[in-house]
């Protein structure tokens, strides 16, 4: 994948807007419900209207999608509003059905992407597709895997591609219904910068009060899109009912975010950024020596231990430290948390050092 500019089509090709905005219900219902939904989304800042046709549960019994029959309500529903229409396709037979109805955008579920054996059949199906395809990460934060399913595509000669970040299933419970892991969703960024990257904070949070926050933070690490699951009645939604926002929150929503440019070429702007960043630069090289002259010191401790027989490890001055160092950071606006991290990591490296020094 050597020229990644070729990803941005589908976003500045088409000349759409940044954040790119696709929202919808999790599942098709009923035919009412896809047009009543597409309508009040019609003059809002939706670009894609999404609807779960073939729905992936993970256990069975529960509501698994109407089937083919929802590829004609999202047909009507761009016919009638002239929103681009969305839905996700698990194999072969669903990409010729959602071809043939001429949906616009075709994502590949966070459950298919662990699998390269279905992912290449989607892709097979796909070859040579005009039509938008967005990857959804596996659902298990394994960056190679994501990584390999879009270049199945790549290889399939598929230039509308870009990537969903739907978050990381855990067996721990935690806020989150799938975490973030941000570090996977960045690492990705930075190794393909021009494949768009669409934030998902409905699957990521599982819960719509946490819709926004999350958003923000896509926003801030410069994610190009958001897919957030719409629905006019959310309780009574036939699938993830605690995630969907109605269309009026959704407009709430972008009101409140805070929407950021990624570049700003003005001349003020670009030299005051260089200062600052000049200024981070020494700082960043003051620390580090900072830290190379603290494992020095280390090291004569470690002489010292070692001609006094002492052992490496006291705790007793090591919590005197960490309780001086929480308070010295609460006067510069360090949080406990950060410090604790920072001096842990510092820590462990001396004890390495000492470790050695004591060895040899
Ligand atoms: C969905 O978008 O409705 C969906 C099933 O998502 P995921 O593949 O991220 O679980
Ligand atoms: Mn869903």
Known sequence: MENKKEFRSWLDAHKLEHPIVIAGPCSAETEEQVLKIAHQLKDTDVTYLR???WKPRTRPGNFEGVGAIGLKWLQKAKAETGLLTATEVANRAHVELALEHDIDLLWIGARSTVSPFIVQEIADA?????????VKNPVNPDLALWIGAVERFHTANIKNLGVIHRGF??????KYRNNPEWQIAVDFQTRYPDIPLICDPSHITGKRDMILEVSQTALDLNFDGLMIETHYDPDNAWSDAAQQVTPDSL??????LRIR??????????SKLGVLRAQIDIIDNSIIETLGKRMKTADAIGELKKERNVAVLQSKRWNEILGKMILAGEEQGLSEEFI???FKAVHQESIVHQEKVINN
């Open 126 to 134: 796909l070859e040579g597709t005009d039509k938008v395809v967005l």
């Open 261 to 270: 440019k990624e570049q700003d070429d003005e001349v003020g702007y670009q």
């Open 251 to 256: 407009i709430q929503i972008f009101k409140d």
């Open 51 to 53: 609807a779960g046709i």
């Open 340 to 342: 604790l991290r920072v």
């Open 169 to 174: 299933s855990t067996y721990d419970k935690s």
